[in-house]
């Protein structure tokens, strides 16, 4: 897991390295046991290196091969890289380290683009083709590993987070009008490729892209799940088939030459894990939660679960309590800690949660993903009845944060799209072949888009700001085609994830699979008063908000007025979402 950065010129001059440089120093949190930088020719790379397998300077990065004419960069870990290795040396391949990096590099040389069709992983990458001054650019199938790119007529850049790209300079920082509807309206979520930034985009989830030295770009998209019945099993198969896709799936992710924790937060997700390992036959297995405060009326903490899971499993247990004290300086880390802006309130939970546990690892697993690969969520039972051809606007009226027409009465004239971007997005994913029921098209919609832009980067976002690795075992891409293709009345039952219920009976405490779902709760920040409420309004109402002019005034008022009486269709606070916006924007001098 690191940072990874570079550039290519297309105009014949030579890669700007201090802009690089710049780029990669940007990125020092996601990798702080090491540096690199390389050029030559048209192209640099800079690297920021956090040792997670083969801990020696052999695989340092930018590594390159000039056996083979490849130079390259890498974020994440192929966990299959073992086997990769194996039959690359039945191949006659030679390793000069123990590396996920050379594997890819030679899996490259071998099988073309096509070798992330043989990955089971996360990853960014860039790799260079020596001979042909070729670039190609790669990310994983569920968008684990960010890849952000800018590029004008000179250059093309990119790196592993949007502010590590505006280090580098030259970079369009006006806000893109349909990323800006997205935020709004569809609960903060901007699909790829576009970022809140015009000048900025990302490389889809499931993408290969091939430059050429002239500019000439080709995009492979070589994964796309299909949400159909192609698998008759009964639903005890299915249970046994989730249950063994799981352990498959958890024991994938302790491959690492550093130890493997956990993060518990007593749900059935994180706890089903524990429990994996635990039968496996982990031992001392160490385990992290954290805590808030109360507000609202509402508890802080799940330590209650979350105990007993450890005390069932005999883990080596972390309660991490946070206090007011330390939350609200933290909002400022978190915030700063985004590559976009982010505004589900647990993002501060993983920014607090990530600085403890990385005190005592590098390496750890998280239950993050079930309730979108499962359907968890309490908005996929409104569409089980739903005739497919009205999927769409079902799903917009159960997720949307809001409708286009409410936009007039909140952002100004300028900032205001004539067509409505996230409904017309949303419609033409649900039309899109494929995907029998209307639950199965919210699934796919969800899986392959909302969980990127949204959880997905978040814990990413979060954790590498304190250099530290997480691992999603319920993203394993196996295990995601497998839950495709259950049948969507198996997850729905029992209130949402059953037929992931049905697989942990017996392994994890029924106390835990028969609680009311939880989520990480910050009651502080969806109870905004006192300095929350004052920091939100000095955010808004600072130099940089007037000047820009996003928000009407009137509506800013009422808001900050009333703060707990508007909130969007999910619940979440309107005052917030907006605040966060533009905490984002003055916390990145943009």
Known sequence: MCGL??????????????????????????????????????????????????????????????????????????????????????????????????????????????????????????????????????????????????????????????????????????????????YMTFHSVVPPPRTILRGVEKLPPATVRTVRPDGTTEDHRYWVPDFTRHRDLAPEEWRHAVLEGLRTAVDRRMVADVPVGVLLSGGLDSSFIVALLAEAGQRDLTTFSIGFAAAGGESGDEFGYSDLVARRFGTDHHKIPVDDSRLLPALAGAVEAMSEPMVSHDAVAFYLLSQEVSRHVKVVQSGQGADEVFAGYDWYPPLADVPRDRAAEAYAGVFFDRRHDALAGILNEPYLLDADASFDFVRGHFAAPGAETAVDAALRLDTTVMLVDDPVKRVDNMTMAWGLEARTPFLDHDLVELAAACPPELKLASGGKGVLKDAARGLVPDEVIDRTKGYFPVPAIRHLSGPYLDMVREALSAPAAKARGLFRSDYVERLLTAPGDHRTTLGASQLWQIALLELWLQTHDL
């Open 5 to 182: 950065s570079g550039e290519l010129r297309l105009d014949g001059a030579r890669p700007d390295v201090a802009a690089v440089t710049a780029m990669t120093a940007a990125l020092e949190a996601r990798g702080p046991d090491g540096a690199g930088l390389w050029m030559q020719g048209p192209v640099a790379l800079g690297h920021r290196r956090l040792k997670i397998i083969d801990l020696s300077e052999r695989a340092a990065q930018p590594m390159v091969d000039s056996e083979l004419g490849l130079a390259g960069v890498f974020n994440g870990c192929l966990y299959n890289y073992r086997e990769l290795m194996r039959e690359l040396r039945a191949e006659g391949y030679r390793f000069f380290s123990a590396s996920d990096t050379e594997v890819l590099l030679k899996a490259y040389h071998r099988w073309g683009r096509r070798c992330v069709d043989r990955f089971k992983g996360m990853f960014a990458f860039a790799v260079v083709e020596r001979d042909t001054g070729t670039l190609v650019l790669g990310r994983d199938r569920l968008g684990i590993k960010p890849l952000y790119l800018t590029r004008d007529a000179a250059r093309l850049r990119f790196a592993s987070s949007l502010p590590a790209l505006v280090a580098g300079g030259g970079v369009d920082t006006d806000l893109d009008l349909v990323a800006l509807h997205h």
